[in-house]
Every structure is written in C-alpha cells, then in structure tokens.
C-alpha cells in the first residue's frame, strides 16, 4: 500500500513516515499543498495523510479539488488542537476521518488501518483467504493455523493482493504499490517475488492470468 503524507513540520513529517515505513507502508512525502496536488495527479496511491495547514495551497483546498474531480481515496486529515471548524470543514471537505494534533503514532496507524479496510470492503483487521489468514497490523500471516514466515515485502505482496481480491491486479499496478520507489524493480523481480510466496503459501494461491497480472484465490 502506498500512502501519501503531506505535512511541512519536518519533526512531525518524519515521526509519521518513520511509524508507517515499519508498519509496512511505502510512503511518499509532500510538503505543500501544491507539491500535494501534483503527487496526487501523478501517482496512483491508496491513501492520503494530510495536514490541513500547509504552504502553497491549504490542504482543504487540496481535498475538495479531488474529490471535485471525484477522486474517493482516503484521505485522513490531520487538524490543529482545538480546532473543532477545521474538523467540520474537513469533514465537509470530504475526509474519510480526522486526528487532531498531537496524536499518537498508534491511533494514526490505526485510523489508517480502518480506512483502508473499509475501502476494500471489509471492517476487521484481519483477513482471512480460504486456508490463509493475515493479520494486518502485525504484518504477520498463518496458513492452517501454522506460521508463515514472510520478509516485509512478501507480506505487502500478499496484503495487497487480498485487500484487492477478486480482481486481477496487474504486474505495474504492484510494482507502484508493494515495492519502494528507490529500489525500481523489474517484472523479473517481481516474478522472483511471487514465486517465492508461492512456495510459503500454496502454488495455487497466487494465480497467474497471462498478459495481464496477479489474483489471489480463495
Ligand atoms: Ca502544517
């Protein structure tokens, strides 16, 4: 998954890539509102951290230009302490949730955690694939109650092929959202990467529609 965190206090802006980068996120940082609005026309992510107060361009403005373009990915706003007129125009704004400053690495992972899962449907913060159980916040995976042991990136693999079960996700669409951008890996990579879950999970778990990508079955 990745995520986009638009925030200029640069103390705050690390804490938060810090806590999401471990959590198995692939993060990407804007720091200001037009830098923002850019990264958001350009890539394709599967939420948006974003501050309300930035440089440029505010993050309100930012927020109602997606979703006036009907854009509906998450987006959780982050709102100064106190602030009760910044929480309700966000919410007017459009923002799936807010947190209002300080907050606690945890609940933003958290919140995060939640919005994602709602967007795919589901509400725990598990899933279970036939025999294969994940558990997203621990980043940890069972198949018939047995341990898998996965690297980071298998496991974001995996979370992203079942948070999009049921459709076939090509191999560029996983290139841009399991793998960090400073690497730049190829198909191959991503073939090696595959056939190496395969052989933890089940050859017949990740399946192969030629010309076309990845579904998780189950
Ligand atoms: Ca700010």
Known sequence: MRILVVEDENVIAEAILAALATAGYIVDRATDG????????????????LDLGLPRLDGL???RRLRAEGR?????????RGSWMERVEGIDAGADDYLPKPFQMEELLARLSAVLRRVAGHSSSSLQIGSLHLELRRQAATLDGRTV??????FRLLRYLAHNRGRVVSQSE??????????????????VLVARVRRKIGADKIVTRRGQGYALEG
């Open 34 to 49: 037009e830098d923002a609005w850019f990264r958001a026309g350009t890539e394709d992510y599967d939420a948006i951290v």
């Open 61 to 63: 403005t930012v927020l």
């Open 72 to 80: 509906h990915i998450p987006v959780i706003v982050l709102t100064a």
């Open 149 to 154: 042991d996965l690297s980071a990136l298998e």
């Open 174 to 191: 996983i290139l841009e959202h399991v793998y960090d951008a400073a690497r730049e890996p190829d198909s191959n990579a991503l073939e």
